[in-house]
């Protein structure tokens, strides 16, 4: 798995390039506030814990790069007292206090900075574009699975299966909040926080059913690994084909590219999977493809042949077509794209704390589970990363305002309580606060660290299986009416 990783050297310098650049820009963002407002700047440290190596400038600011990669600090001493965080202060002299005003402006600094560059890389996203599937565009069922595997393992009954929702239904709102893609269709379900009167997860949903509306009440099934909800449903596809293969039966039979399949053996499809699963109820029966052709509805009746897929010489039924999957440009508006990402942020935290939810302290990522997303995300499109560095950045941005001690939000919270009492707040008071919530802070990112592993250890996993059978592939090869002893049509 590491050598894995290990050889796909762009991606991992996208990961420190970008990862680090979010830490660095938050921490730039305090100490051009701190110059500004004729701070005494110490250190500016990327990472926590011992120095492994940097630099002093001329203003004697020590830039470095410290041992534990869990963010970064401008050590400020005038701003609080952080020595058992950051180590000692260097301080010839009394250092004037600050005012409210120099105290709020530094401390909201790094979030504004955070923000600011997710609005810089969302513009650049906005010109260029994004590429996006389109079936992920869509709020359409396409699949609906008859079972599900629940958190112990267990093989249930699906949820939207269950409750009657079926392919072709249009989703339009999940627990009464409007969805516009894929995406919000599965984070109104994962983050949902509505439950049974016995207790039980449960997911409200508002359907479009050709042209009538219909509310339907599920009851989601825990993931077996994240244990996050689940109802078993698939986005839509198109059955659009890119091509037919040589001698194939849908080659012979009458397919050919541009052409889309709208029904199979009568019955209306919405994904590409429900092919395969027809044909592999059956093998051995012709299929009766409903195909919009030139712009008129044919139907063809199509026979699969068994072809061997792999060195061993296994063999499985086939058709011959291989999909098209179509792309489109998006161009969204730099604020949408950093409003979409704080909405996403907020609902995130409103679950993690909501009793009711199934979002927990172990569904988060740290910075093994970041660095991996990006490391993920870069092999499929450079664009798709910067769209997550704008969430990243707008995460950090949220999280370091919360009024918790050794956050930003802390140092904004203490402050105002000193202005509010007239009086500092006492020294031991803060020192304790700050070293109890940086000591819960790193039992909660070793936790996190496990689970972070977890996931890269199933993914890496899955993708190690997937280029294994890759390996073992053989090209398909048909044997066409001729040699199969049919005749040519």
Same mark, same amino acid.
């Given at each position: 798995?590491?050598?894995?990783?290990?050889?796909?050297?762009?991606?991992?310098?996208?990961?420190?390039?970008?990862?680090?650049?979010?830490?660095?820009?938050?921490?730039?963002?305090?100490?051009?506030?701190?110059?500004?407002?004729?701070?005494?700047?110490?250190?500016?440290?990327?990472?926590?814990?011992?120095?492994?190596?940097?630099?002093?400038?001329?203003?004697?600011?020590?830039?470095?790069?410290?041992?534990?990669?869990?963010?970064?600090?401008?050590?400020?001493?005038?701003?609080?007292?952080?020595?058992?965080?950051?180590?000692?202060?260097?301080?010839?002299?009394?250092?004037?206090?600050?005012?409210?005003?120099?105290?709020?402006?530094?401390?909201?600094?790094?979030?504004?900075?955070?923000?600011?560059?997710?609005?810089?890389?969302?513009?650049?996203?906005?010109?260029?574009?994004?590429?996006?599937?389109?079936?992920?565009?869509?709020?359409?069922?396409?699949?609906?699975?008859?079972?599900?595997?629940?958190?112990?393992?267990?093989?249930?009954?699906? $949820? +939207?299966? %269950?409750? /009657?929702?079926?392919? *072709? =239904?249009? &989703?339009?709102?999940?627990?009464? @909040?409007? #969805?516009?893609?894929?995406?919000?269709?599965?984070?109104?379900?994962?983050?949902?926080?509505?439950?049974?009167?016995?207790?039980?997860?449960?997911?409200?949903?508002?359907?479009?059913?050709?042209?009538?509306?219909?509310?339907?009440?599920?009851?989601?099934?825990?993931?077996?690994?994240?244990?996050?909800?689940?109802?078993?449903?698939?986005?839509?596809?198109?059955?659009?084909?890119?091509?037919?293969?040589?001698?194939? $039966? +849908?080659? %012979?039979? /009458?397919?050919?590219? *541009? =052409?889309? &399949?709208?029904?199979?053996?009568? @019955?209306? #499809?919405?994904?590409?999977?429900?092919?395969?699963?027809?044909?592999?109820?059956?093998?051995?029966?012709?299929?009766?493809?409903?195909?919009?052709?030139?712009?008129?509805?044919?139907?063809?009746?199509?026979?699969?042949?068994?072809?061997?897929?792999?060195?061993?010489?296994?063999?499985?039924?086939?058709?011959?077509?291989?999909?098209?999957?179509?792309?489109?440009?998006?161009?969204?508006?730099?604020?949408?794209?950093?409003?979409?990402?704080?909405?996403?942020?907020?609902?995130?935290?409103?679950?993690?704390?909501?009793?009711?939810?199934?979002?927990?302290?172990?569904?988060?990522?740290?910075?093994?589970?970041?660095?991996?997303?990006?490391?993920?995300?870069?092999?499929?499109?450079?664009?798709?990363?910067?769209?997550?560095?704008?969430?990243?950045?707008?995460?950090?941005?949220?999280?370091?305002?919360?009024?918790?001690?050794?956050?930003?939000?802390?140092?904004?919270?203490?402050?105002?309580?000193?202005?509010?009492?007239?009086?500092?707040?006492?020294?031991?008071?803060?020192?304790?606060?700050?070293?109890?919530?940086?000591?819960?802070?790193?039992?909660?990112?070793?936790?996190?660290?496990?689970?972070?592993?977890?996931?890269?250890?199933?993914?890496?996993?899955?993708?190690?299986?997937?280029?294994?059978?890759?390996?073992?592939?053989?090209?398909?090869?048909?044997?066409?009416?001729?040699?199969?002893?049919?005749?040519?049509?």
């Amino acid at each position: 798995m590491l050598l894995r990783i290990l050889s796909n050297p762009l991606a991992i310098i996208m990961v420190i390039l970008f990862f680090g650049a979010s830490i660095f820009i938050h921490e730039f963002g305090h100490y051009l506030a701190a110059r500004w407002r004729g701070l005494k700047v110490e250190r500016f440290s990327i990472g926590f814990g011992p120095r492994l190596f940097g630099w002093k400038d001329k203003r004697g600011v020590d830039w470095r790069i410290s041992l534990f990669p869990l963010g970064g600090y401008v050590a400020l001493p005038q701003l609080a007292d952080m020595r058992g965080i950051e180590g000692e202060y260097h301080e010839e002299e009394p250092l004037p206090p600050l005012s409210y005003a120099d105290k709020m402006i530094v401390s909201v600094a790094g979030a504004f900075f955070n923000v600011l560059f997710a609005l810089a890389l969302a513009t650049v996203l906005w010109v260029t574009g994004m590429p996006v599937l389109d079936e992920l565009e869509t709020t359409q069922v396409g699949y609906v699975a008859e079972t599900l595997t629940d958190e112990n393992g267990t093989e249930r009954d699906g $949820p +939207a299966k %269950l409750a /009657g929702i079926i392919p *072709g =239904d249009v &989703i339009l709102e999940i627990d009464d @909040e409007k #969805v516009k893609n894929w995406n919000d269709v599965m984070h109104g379900i994962i983050t949902g926080v509505r439950r049974s009167e016995a207790g039980n997860p449960r997911t409200d949903i508002l359907i479009d059913r050709e042209g009538e509306q219909m509310s339907f009440t599920l009851y989601p099934v825990l993931e077996e690994h994240e244990k996050i909800r689940q109802l078993g449903i698939i986005f839509a596809t198109s059955l659009k084909i890119d091509s037919v293969m040589e001698n194939s $039966p +849908a080659l %012979l039979g /009458g397919l050919k590219s *541009g =052409d889309e &399949i709208i029904k199979v053996n009568g @019955e209306n #499809v919405h994904h590409r999977s429900v092919l395969g699963l027809e044909i592999r109820e059956d093998p051995d029966a012709p299929l009766n493809m409903t195909v919009l052709q030139d712009g008129e509805e044919l139907v063809f009746s199509i026979t699969p042949e068994d072809v061997v897929y792999n060195k061993a010489g296994d063999t499985t039924p086939m058709v011959g077509i291989r999909w098209l999957r179509e792309i489109h440009i998006r161009h969204i508006n730099p604020v949408d794209q950093v409003v979409q990402a704080v909405d996403t942020t907020l609902t995130v935290l409103g679950a993690l704390i909501h009793p009711k939810s199934n979002i927990g302290i172990s569904n988060l990522s740290g910075p093994v589970g970041i660095g991996y997303a990006i490391y993920i995300t870069s092999l499929f499109s450079f664009f798709e990363v910067m769209s997550l560095i704008v969430l990243i950045n707008v995460n950090l941005a949220i999280l370091n305002l919360l009024p918790i001690p050794v956050l930003d939000g802390g140092h904004m919270a203490f402050a105002t309580v000193a202005k509010l009492m007239r009086k500092p707040i006492p020294i031991k008071v803060i020192a304790t606060s700050q070293a109890s919530f940086m000591l819960m802070f790193l039992a909660i990112a070793i936790y996190v660290t496990v689970f972070d592993f977890g996931r890269v250890s199933r993914n890496e996993s899955s993708i190690t299986t997937q280029e294994d059978a890759a390996k073992e592939r053989v090209e398909i090869i048909f044997k066409g009416p001729q040699e199969s002893g049919e005749p040519t049509p």
